[in-house]
């Protein structure tokens, strides 16, 4: 999509951290107050945008945290996935030429972004680029892209239910390999107690969430605190030992996640 004479982006980007999923797995709770280290997902997540550069720094999601320094969004309606998130917070981010855009329950959003900018500013040729981790799943919401890109490509229903890889479509996107997982998310309790977390401040609609961790889930079956082995995600540990970087056309895969 990108033409061939485009210039080499050095400016300073936007930010989208997306954060208003339903996160079934964990009972409804706000994955991104989830805390690691005394502090919420979501805030580690801004300061790590802003760390970074990012300016503005919206959240597309309910105001979970109003002393934050962001931009508070939501599709309307709610829950319509990530692209339209994407697209609804894309209204917000002024004149700039590039978005990172990251999910909100990254374990370690900062460690995620240096990453992803490792490489150095997007080549010409280029209309993003984001990690990929060892299954050679791309992680859309660990991504800089350039706001022309997203803007690009009409979705009806203003992307309601549609995913990032749609979003993308045609694009050329370069691929940075995450050997150390940094990529990684909250999607379970497991996960939340892998990464040495707390459910912290996160609520359901109707309750508060418990103050420390549900029981580890048995091996025999599901407990009434915690997600049955069914709705946990594939390991990814295993990674790749290479450094390179490889830029290819968008593919059929797509990891949706919020």
């Known amino acids: 999509m990108t033409t061939p004479d485009a210039a080499s982006v050095t400016a300073t980007p936007a930010a989208i951290v997306l954060a208003g999923g339903r996160a079934a797995r964990v009972g409804g709770a706000a994955k991104p107050l989830f805390e ?21 720094v919206l959240v597309a999601g309910p105001e979970l945290d109003p002393a934050l320094d962001v931009t508070w969004v939501r599709e ?3 829950f319509g996935g990530p ?35 490792a490489p150095g500013p997007l080549a010409p040729d280029v209309d993003g680029r984001c990690l990929v981790d060892a299954d050679g799943r791309r992680q859309w919401l660990v991504g800089w892209y350039r706001t022309t890109v997203l803007r690009a490509t009409p979705l009806p229903d203003g992307g309601r239910d549609a995913s990032l890889r749609a979003l993308l479509a045609g694009s050329m996107i370069e691929e940075v ?3 150390a997982d940094a990529a990684a998310d909250i999607d379970t309790w497991d996960d939340l107690r ?17 103050q420390h961790l549900p029981p580890r889930r048995s091996t025999t079956g599901p407990t009434p605190c915690a997600p049955s082995s069914a709705s946990t995600r594939p390991s990814r540990r295993s990674r790749r030992s290479s450094t390179s970087r490889a830029t290819c056309r968008t593919r059929s895969r797509d990891r949706r996640r919020r």
């Open 36 to 56: 690691i280290g005394g502090a919420s997902l979501l805030a580690r997540t801004v300061a790590a945008a802003r760390a970074a550069g990012a300016d503005p």
């Open 76 to 78: 309307d309606p709610p």
């Open 83 to 117: 692209a339209a998130a994407t697209l609804a917070a894309l209204r917000r981010v002024g004149d700039a030429e590039t978005v990172l855009l990251l999910a909100g329950d990254l374990a370690d959003a900062g460690g995620a972004i240096r990453t992803l900018l």
């Open 177 to 179: 390999p995450d050997a």
């Open 194 to 210: 892998a990464h040495g977390g707390a459910p912290g401040r996160a609520r359901r609609t109707e309750d508060t969430m418990p």
